[in-house]
């Protein structure tokens, strides 16, 4: 196999919601395999011990703030760093929240504020990297979207709809964006251990289900979505754009019924 199809070395690649989860680990696999790293969050302290961390196996990692609902700190973050670093080779949109409860409870407070990061910030902070790459002709963008735009679980009513959202941004995008070189792929996460779910899915009913409807018989880990990322910023999917790729176990390619064949 040639190494070079799914080389990112040299890459300048900028990750959102990168201080922990799912953006950490795709950024700590960019970072291990010769990218420079941009990472952003909302908390600066968590940032630079996440930078510090990922830097030690030599490679460049910078920490800048930057609260995606915010579109004043979007601009400030890629002016930053196209300032520092010239262009952005690929963007990891991970940035997102989620809250779970009725849908009848939320308050437009708590509506806005899933939306804003989790779509409209998304939005944002890829329109305004993308006219770097679109006047470079160069570049790949690549959207975390979810389980629950296969299917939307009962008690995450706006997340799901944003998430929605991400999926068309994905497919629109790449309709504008293909013809000047800038590729807008999505990875949709199934049921992935961390810090914030743990507790969760420590419940024996959960596991249960879990186990019961996903194929592979197990919970993803964040390292199981590193894989996917790296080809879809490599030349080995050069030919591919608009795609939302389920990275789920299999929990997506069927229904589960409780008979045995």
Request: proline share 3%.
């Amino acid at each position: 196999m040639n190494a070079e199809l799914f080389s990112v070395a040299g890459q300048v690649v900028l990750a959102s919601g990168a201080s922990r989860g799912i953006g950490r680990a795709l950024a700590a696999g960019f970072a291990a395999r010769g990218a420079t790293l941009i990472i952003t969050g909302r908390e600066l302290d968590k940032l630079e011990a996440t930078a510090k961390e990922l830097a030690q196996g030599g490679a460049t990692v910078r920490a800048i703030r930057c609260d995606v609902a915010d579109p004043a700190s979007i601009r400030e973050l890629v002016k930053t760093a196209l300032g520092e670093f010239g262009h952005v080779d690929t963007l990891l949109n991970v940035a997102g929240v989620n809250k779970r409860q009725k849908a009848e409870a939320f308050t437009p407070e708590e509506y806005d504020f899933i939306l804003d990061i989790n779509l409209r910030g998304m939005f944002l902070l890829t329109q305004e990297v993308g006219r770097a790459m679109l006047a470079r002709r160069a570049g790949t963008i690549i959207n975390i979207d979810s389980l629950n735009t296969y299917a939307p679980l009962k008690g995450v009513l706006p997340y799901a709809m944003s998430k929605a959202g991400v999926s068309m941004m994905t497919r629109g995008l790449a309709m504008e964006w293909g013809d000047r070189n800038v590729r807008v792929n999505a990875i949709a996460p199934g049921f992935i251990l961390t810090d914030l779910n743990r507790k969760l899915w420590s419940e024996e009913k959960m596991q249960q289900w879990g186990m019961a409807n996903t194929p592979l018989k197990r919970l993803g880990q964040v390292d199981d979505l590193v894989g996917t990322a790296l080809f879809l910023a490599s030349p080995a999917s050069a030919f591919m754009t608009g795609q939302v790729l389920y990275v789920d176990g299999g929990f997506s390619a069927g229904l589960m019924w409780p008979l045995e064949v």
